[in-house]
């Protein structure tokens, strides 16, 4: 009787421990269940703010963008308050803007940032515009970005062979000149080798006896170097008919780059000196824009980073400036001396290695070495791809990504 009843509590203590563990089984099976929908609520509920958060990132690029795609706008003036860069731009050619950005009327919870960026030295008229956006009471946050090609600059020609010199004139040279001017040659080869370009090329040749055509004869005379002075060969080119130079058409000019303007190349300049890039800095200045009379002393420019020397018609104002005797100069040196001959009389200079453009003659020129080198025009040669309209913004295909970090 004992023993029954001994079994019968042992019985009775299982099935309750049986119906205690299946509570807690049920028990937990509904908590991981509301917990599972839970999760999925709140994913779906992240999953809405991040979409909201990209909707608003997208916002606040279309604004940005808005800026410089509305048409008449001062992309230089965009760029005339500067800022911190985004994380990772480091470095005295990127030049970095905030941008104002008004609310969206249908995002009035959400922040919106954006900074304009571009590099001075290798893409003056390339902008990348990181935008970034975040919810007020939220924890999500987007960013994205895109680049756009800017008409800061124009295209420049393609020259497959320039020549050392450029002129819209006649040369002589001085009694006791010290002159050399180089064709394009061989491969690191100076004054030497087989020619493979001109060595001088005019824009305008007095026609002497008024015939309408220019004649060797009169080429010759008109760029009358020695030749000492033409050292490796290469051809003296002008027109084959006569053209009128008043008023000055800046053939030399245009001959090299296009419609790049003065304002163009003075605001890059002046963008690159801002932002404090010199000679010396990594990466050095490559565009200088002169408005001084005074003699040019500083050498610049190397076959990695070419330079670009303007000197304007302001500094040609009486007379144009020399270039020290000492100096070199890896590049392209233009001189707006207005189609006047008698602001380059007596001209001196140092070493130029790349091409010398001036927009007159050179009577009685006496100083000055001139090396043809096609990298000597790099500094203002920019990557326009096929079809790109270089006068208006446009977008870069392929440029727009999500997860930088402005």
């Given amino acids: 009787m004992t023993r029954r009843r001994t079994l019968k509590k042992e019985?009775?203590?299982?099935?309750?421990?049986?119906?205690?563990?299946?509570?807690?089984?049920a028990s937990l099976a509904s908590f991981?269940?509301?917990?599972?929908?839970?999760?999925?609520?709140?994913?779906?509920?992240?999953?809405?703010?991040?979409?909201?958060?990209?909707?608003?990132?997208?916002?606040?690029?279309?604004?940005?963008?808005?800026?410089?795609?509305?048409?008449?706008?001062?992309?230089?003036g965009l760029f005339s308050s500067l800022s911190a860069c985004p994380p990772g731009i480091t470095g005295p050619q990127w030049q970095c803007s905030r941008m104002n950005l008004s609310p969206h009327p249908a995002l009035p919870q959400a922040l919106f940032s954006a900074t304009a960026v571009r590099d001075l030295v290798m893409a003056p008229h390339m902008v990348t515009l990181y935008a970034k956006a975040s919810l007020l009471g939220q924890y999500s946050q987007a960013q994205t970005r895109e680049s756009l090609f800017a008409p800061v600059l124009a295209a420049a020609p393609g020259l497959s062979a320039p020549a050392a010199l450029v002129v819209n004139g006649c040369i002589s040279q001085a009694a006791d000149a010290s002159l050399r001017v180089c064709p394009l040659n061989g491969k690191d080869m100076a004054c030497t080798g087989t020619a493979k370009g001109a060595s001088v090329q005019t824009h305008f040749v007095v026609d002497t006896n008024a015939n309408g055509s220019i004649s060797s004869a009169e080429k010759n005379a008109c760029l009358a170097l020695s030749s000492a002075s033409l050292p490796a060969g290469g051809s003296k080119t002008g027109p084959a008919t006569a053209t009128p130079r008043t008023p000055c058409t800046r053939a030399a000019w245009r001959s090299v780059l296009g419609d790049i303007s003065d304002e163009q190349i003075k605001a890059w300049s002046e963008a690159q000196e801002r932002n404090g890039l010199t000679a010396q800095s990594t990466p050095p200045r490559t565009v200088y824009w002169s408005d001084s009379p005074n003699a040019w002393e500083q050498s610049i420019g190397t076959a990695q980073n070419p330079a670009l020397l303007v000197f304007s018609a302001l500094a040609c104002a009486l007379r144009c400036p020399h270039i020290g005797a000492n100096v070199k100069i890896f590049g392209s040196v233009l001189i707006a001396s207005s189609c006047n001959d008698e602001k380059m009389r007596g001209w001196q200079a140092g070493l130029i290695e790349g091409q010398l453009v001036v927009e007159s003659g050179m009577p009685e020129w006496r100083l000055g070495t001139v090396y043809a080198r096609p990298e000597g025009r790099n500094a203002y040669i920019l990557d326009w791809p096929e079809g790109i309209n270089a006068s208006q913004v446009q977008r870069v295909n392929g440029s727009r990504s999500e997860g930088a970090s402005p």
């Fill in 11 to 25: 019985a009775g203590a299982v099935t309750l421990l049986v119906a205690i563990g299946l509570v807690i089984l």
């Fill in 32 to 76: 991981y269940s509301a917990r599972s929908v839970l999760m999925d609520q709140m994913a779906t509920d992240n999953h809405a703010r991040a979409s909201h958060a990209r909707w608003a990132a997208e916002a606040a690029l279309a604004s940005a963008q808005a800026a410089f795609l509305t048409p008449g706008a001062d992309l230089q």
